[in-house]
């Protein structure tokens, strides 16, 4: 570490010794526990010797199947449609602005009940779009579609807000300075505004995956409980305790628990890696050389 890093590291210890007071770690052990203390709990309710059969079994390996496969394809499903929208809030103004992040907004705070309500009386047989689809033959009750359905409703947003942020972040000199060169509003978006954009989407889109991965209120209101259709892991979790099984249901949840953990590694990851990246940068902006870097930082 350079002579300069040290000095910086040192002032930055200073400043938070001066400034953090004593007393905030007596909440901050209580919230802590309060956290970590269930998933710990529930780690330490598992029993070795039945948990491999508990994850293994048929229902569970058809329940983890469902789960994955409908998680890809609603995670897919909730890029293609979240970042164009969060593209449109990101260059909408006034009162449509602000219609399309109520919007957006609504899924995250509505309860898991009520949006399978309101799927049920959208997607359902007699709902709005669910009528017509059903008179095509396209009636996706108690099938993996409706399992996709709800989990595009709620994960969705994740990826709109995450992919927003980032677009917020993106500096529009570099955007009307692709317009000066001649660039389309296509060309801009995919050579300058998604490359720059691209860790906040990607973040998005895992933690859309885990949302969906995660999703039982709605899934079970709407979806229903159907053995290889639609049970997904939080259901058969659901099944197994409620049938004097708690061993299933605790191995199923820590494998639940393991698929979040390596979706949030994989998060980390996504912003650790280009701080790393952003060295050189720092370094040419100290006067050093950064080889590799050209200076606009942009190439259409």
Do not use: K
């Not at 992040?101 to 309860?111: A, D, E, H």
């Not at 917020?168 to 300058?192: F, M």
């Amino acid at each position: 570490m350079s002579r300069g890093g040290l000095g910086r590291s040192t002032r930055d210890r200073a400043h938070r010794r001066a400034t953090t007071p004593r007393w905030i770690w007596v909440p901050t052990t209580i919230a802590v526990l309060a956290l970590a203390g269930p998933i710990l709990a529930l780690g330490a309710a598992a029993e070795p010797g039945t948990l491999v059969a508990a994850v293994t079994s048929p229902e569970a390996s058809s329940a983890v199947v469902l789960s994955l496969s409908t998680s890809v394809a609603a995670t897919v499903l909730c890029v293609l449609l979240g970042v164009p929208l969060a593209l449109a809030v990101h260059r909408a103004h006034g009162a449509l602005r602000a219609l399309l992040q109520l919007v957006l907004i609504v899924p995250l705070v509505l309860s898991p009940v009520v949006s399978g309500l309101a799927l049920l009386y959208f997607w359902g047989r007699q709902g709005i779009a669910g009528e017509s689809l059903a008179a095509l033959g396209l009636g996706v009750a108690y099938t993996p579609a409706a399992v996709v359905l709800v989990q595009v409703f709620v994960a969705l947003p994740f990826v709109t807000v995450a992919a927003l942020s980032s677009l917020e972040a993106v500096d529009p000199d570099l955007e009307l300075a692709g317009a000066n060169a001649g660039a389309g509003p296509t060309q801009i978006l995919r050579h300058i505004t998604l490359p720059l954009a691209a860790p906040g989407i990607a973040a998005g889109t895992l933690l859309a995956f885990a949302r969906a991965l995660g999703e039982y209120g709605a899934t079970i209101t709407f979806a229903g409980s159907v053995a290889g259709q639609t049970r997904t892991i939080p259901l058969q979790i659901e099944l197994a305790f409620n049938s004097a099984d708690p061993g299933a249901a605790v191995g199923l949840a820590l494998m639940l628990i393991g698929f979040y953990l390596l979706v949030l590694g994989a998060v980390a990851l996504l912003f650790v890696l280009p701080g790393r990246a952003e060295a050189p940068v720092r370094e040419a902006g100290e006067g050093r050389a950064a080889p590799g870097i050209q200076r606009g930082g942009v190439r259409l």
